[in-house]
């Protein structure tokens, strides 16, 4: 079972905005509303930041925002800040019946 | 406050089992979907397997298909994972979850797994 496609670091400078993708394929990310993203900062558990394409959990910031087209997702992280310095994961369900996490992007704020 | 907590990883021989085990507090337990997610080291995350509220629906990742078996217990609010024949490829720390949407609501901070000789 192969995973979502993710580019494997993304970097960007405090204040700005950058975008991680998510490719999959019509049997996951286009074939459902069923896409989220997790924060992971090693060591600790990780953290749903997007749930559904684009909803967020209370206490999340609403610096982070996600989309959706076709078969691909994204997330969107605005006024980049040293905080969000962490692995990102998208997640979508995969029909018929599992899971399927992307391979992770590493985000850094220079 | 939802709390998850694994237990029962450790060092096991190739072809060996383990079980590794999650007690959960702070939620309505019965009415959760609940699942075990991996981390292998310097690795993204990988889903294994998760089982309805009532166990009528189980699914496993093919990685560990006829291998893992899940079950959980409502009345001790308790998941578990029995792993047989394991590979040095499923070395990984093993997070207990709750899944609500298809998203993975809460995570456990894992138990580490060391497949070796």
């Known amino acids: ?3 979502l496609t993710q580019p494997a670091s993304v970097s960007g400078s405090p204040g700005q ?26 060591g600790k558990a990780p953290k749903v930041m997007i749930f559904e394409v684009t909803k967020r959990p ?3 910031s609403d610096r982070f925002s ?10 969107t992280i605005s006024g980049l800040q040293a905080e969000d310095e962490a692995d990102y994961y998208c997640c979508s369900f995969r029909s018929p019946n599992i899971l399927v996490f992307g391979g992770g992007t590493k985000v850094t704020v220079l | 406050q939802v709390q998850l907590v694994e237990s029962g990883g450790g060092l096991v021989k190739p072809g060996g089992s383990l079980r590794l085990s999650c007690e959960a507090s702070g939620l309505s337990f019965s009415d959760s979907y609940m699942s075990w997610i ?13 089982i309805s509220s009532t166990s009528r629906s ?3 990742a093919d990685s560990v298909q006829g291998r893992f078996t899940i079950s959980r217990d409502n009345a001790k609010k308790s998941l578990s994972l029995q792993m047989n024949s394991l590979r040095a ?13 298809s998203a993975v609501e809460h995570w456990g901070q894992g138990t580490l797994v060391t497949v070796s000789s």
């Open chain 1, 1 to 3: 079972q192969s995973a």
């Open chain 1, 17 to 42: 905005s950058i975008t991680i993708s998510c490719t999959g394929t019509s049997s996951d990310v286009g074939g459902h509303n069923l896409v989220s993203w997790y924060q992971h900062h090693p």
């Open chain 1, 58 to 60: 209370s206490g999340v």
């Open chain 1, 66 to 75: 996600g989309s959706k087209s076709g078969n691909a997702a994204s997330l």
């Open chain 2, 38 to 50: 991996r981390q292998a080291p310097g690795k993204g995350l990988e889903y294994i397997s998760d």
């Open chain 2, 58 to 60: 189980i699914y496993y």
């Open chain 2, 89 to 101: 490829e499923d070395t990984a720390v093993y997070y207990c979850a709750t899944l609500h949407s």
